[in-house]
């Protein structure tokens, strides 16, 4: 919008400049010309009645004259007489036969001027007048005895022309360069209020429903202002309402379930019956999946309240603690947890405390779940610049492309090795926690095939951990 504003602001002070300057510039140009064919014209006229009087004093003061205007003018004096017995006869050069000269000889013509070049003027100004007899009627009346021409040489003119339209061109590009200026600081001006509900919005897209925005600006502008202020406020509440309702439920339902699940649990062990066992066992596993659900949702309305402020933790020492808890789960079915990588401790990401082992259960529980008996998880750490690098391969099925785009959705299961025994909020939490400490999450493909999953976390400054 600032470069539609300003783009309009100096289009319009180049049409107002073009409007003033130009026809200015043309205006001067044209009495540039008359000013010098009238100057030229005058003084040719006053040669030609000289050369008309024929008399030897006249003669004279026409050859001092055309010699003087020639030395301090660019125009060189040019006569010719058409009688020899003409008694003036000055020493000048005689002009060339064309048809100015013919025109003002032999018709009559007052004057003959030539610009040379229909576009402004060429090389030379060429103005020729007739030479009248004086006679007793007056000067200049009689017939014509010759004529006078001067060529007048118009390099000053153009000169001249080029300091006119020079001058207004710089004008107007200094014009236009501040045209340029004004023009920015008043379109951030005018924009400023945009931009902060722009900001605003942003933020809300981000999942902040905290942000504000100023209201300043004009009264539409503040009118939009409160008006999405009033409604962030409004989403804000709705939405912590149904925070705070998830993450009750979820906390009032975890306890009947442990009590159902040791109630199932103390059925089984006392029961002899193969069939009733079988379907104790199957309730048993619908409440432990139940459980998992629940867990999954208090864990994801905790992470989306963001109760916690992402400080820098040491990503060799969690992965090594998680490591530890999971290899004896992956143990009891032959399954090997390799850790590969050249990251020591010193390497500090910015994490909320929890938030990475939630995320490292959550992924190691995937992949154990889909890997095959006998297989290997492989778990390697890089640093890459400013950023952790944390990538976990599995040799499981893997997944397709329309299969990854679904993944980080919210109660979507894919077919693990071991049935869907899973919640559907696995991938989910862990987008959330890693996205909440301003990293990112993505699946690929392991070499082999299985599935990789990538978690990329912000590298804490140097000496933030102390």
């Given at each position: 919008?600032?470069r539609?504003?300003i783009?309009?602001?100096?289009?319009?002070?180049?049409?107002a400049?073009?409007?003033?300057?130009v026809?200015v510039?043309?205006?001067?140009?044209?009495?540039?010309?008359?000013d010098?064919?009238?100057?030229v014209?005058r003084?040719?006229?006053?040669m030609g009645?000289?050369l008309?009087?024929?008399n030897?004093?006249?003669?004279?003061?026409?050859?001092e004259m055309?010699?003087a205007?020639s030395?301090?003018?660019?125009?060189?004096?040019q006569?010719t007489v058409t009688?020899?017995?003409?008694g003036?006869?000055?020493?000048?050069?005689e002009p060339?036969r064309d048809?100015?000269?013919?025109d003002v000889l032999r018709k009559?013509?007052?004057e003959?001027i030539?610009w040379?070049?229909d576009f402004?003027?060429?090389?030379?100004?060429v103005i020729?007048?007739p030479?009248?007899?004086?006679?007793?009627?007056?000067a200049?009346?009689g017939?014509v005895?010759g004529?006078?021409?001067?060529?007048?040489?118009?390099?000053d003119?153009?000169?001249?022309?080029?300091?006119i339209?020079g001058?207004r061109a710089?004008?107007a590009v200094?014009v236009?360069g501040?045209?340029?200026a004004i023009?920015?600081?008043a379109?951030?001006?005018?924009?400023?209020?945009l931009r902060?509900?722009n900001?605003?919005?942003?933020k809300f897209?981000d999942?902040d429903?905290?942000?504000?925005?100023?209201?300043?600006?004009?009264?539409?502008?503040?009118?939009?202002?409160?008006?999405?202020?009033?409604?962030?406020?409004?989403?804000?509440?709705l939405?912590a309402?149904q925070r705070?309702?998830?993450a009750?439920a979820s906390?009032?339902?975890?306890?009947?379930?442990?009590a159902?699940?040791l109630?199932?649990d103390?059925i089984?062990?006392g029961?002899d019956?193969?069939?009733v066992?079988e379907d104790?066992e199957?309730?048993?596993?619908?409440v432990?999946?139940?459980s998992?659900?629940?867990?999954g949702l208090?864990v994801?309305?905790r992470?989306e309240?963001?109760?916690?402020?992402a400080e820098?933790?040491?990503?060799?020492?969690i992965?090594?603690e998680r490591l530890?808890?999971w290899r004896p789960?992956?143990?009891e079915?032959?399954?090997t947890?390799?850790?590969?990588g050249?990251?020591d401790g010193r390497?500090?990401?910015?994490?909320?405390?929890g938030?990475?082992?939630?995320v490292?259960?959550n992924?190691l529980s995937?992949a154990l779940?889909?890997?095959p008996?006998?297989?290997t998880i492989t778990?390697r750490m890089e640093?890459?610049?400013?950023e952790?690098?944390?990538s976990?391969l599995?040799?499981?099925?893997g997944?397709?492309d329309a299969e990854?785009?679904?993944?980080?959705?919210?109660?979507?299961r894919g077919?693990g090795l071991?049935?869907?025994?899973?919640?559907?909020?696995?991938?989910?939490v862990?987008k959330?926690?890693v996205t909440?400490?301003?990293g990112?999450?993505?699946?690929g493909?392991?070499?082999?095939g299985?599935?990789?999953?990538t978690?990329?976390l912000?590298?804490?400054p140097?000496g933030?951990?102390?």
């Open positions: 919008m600032n539609q504003l783009r309009s602001y100096i289009l319009l002070v180049a049409i400049i073009a409007l003033f300057t026809p510039a043309f205006t001067l140009t044209k009495q540039l010309r008359d010098t064919r009238e100057s014209l003084e040719a006229k006053t009645l000289l008309g009087n024929g030897p004093a006249s003669c004279q003061a026409l050859t055309a010699e205007y030395e301090e003018t660019p125009g060189q004096v006569v009688d020899a017995t003409w003036c006869e000055p020493d000048l050069p060339a048809a100015d000269l013919s009559n013509k007052p003959a030539d040379g070049s402004i003027w060429g090389r030379h100004l020729t007048v030479g009248r007899q004086t006679t007793a009627e007056g200049g009346k017939p005895v004529a006078v021409r001067i060529e007048y040489s118009t390099k003119l153009t000169n001249r022309l080029w300091t339209w001058f710089g004008l200094a236009l501040a045209a340029v023009g920015s600081f379109a951030r001006r005018i924009t400023a209020p902060q509900l900001e605003m919005a942003s897209s999942g429903l905290t942000a504000r925005s100023a209201v300043t600006g004009p009264t539409e502008t503040q009118t939009l202002a409160r008006t999405l202020n009033q409604a962030g406020e409004r989403l804000d509440t939405i309402s705070i309702f998830v009750d906390h009032q339902l975890r306890t009947p379930l442990t159902l699940r109630s199932l103390n089984a062990d029961m019956d193969e069939f066992r104790v199957q309730a048993t596993a619908e432990v999946r139940m998992r659900l629940v867990n208090l994801l309305a992470a309240a963001k109760v916690t402020a820098p933790l040491s990503l060799r020492d992965v090594d530890a808890v789960a992956a143990d079915r032959g399954v947890i390799a850790l590969r050249s990251i390497l500090l990401v910015l994490a909320s405390p938030h990475l082992d939630q490292l259960d992924v995937n779940e889909v890997s008996d006998g297989g778990v640093s890459r610049g400013d952790g690098v944390l976990v599995d040799e499981g099925p997944m397709s990854k785009s679904r993944a980080f959705d919210r109660f979507w077919q071991t049935g869907r025994s899973g919640s559907g909020l696995g991938l989910a862990v959330q926690l909440d400490d301003g990112t999450v993505a699946l493909d392991a070499p082999g299985g599935l990789k999953v978690i990329t912000r590298a804490a140097r933030a951990g102390g």
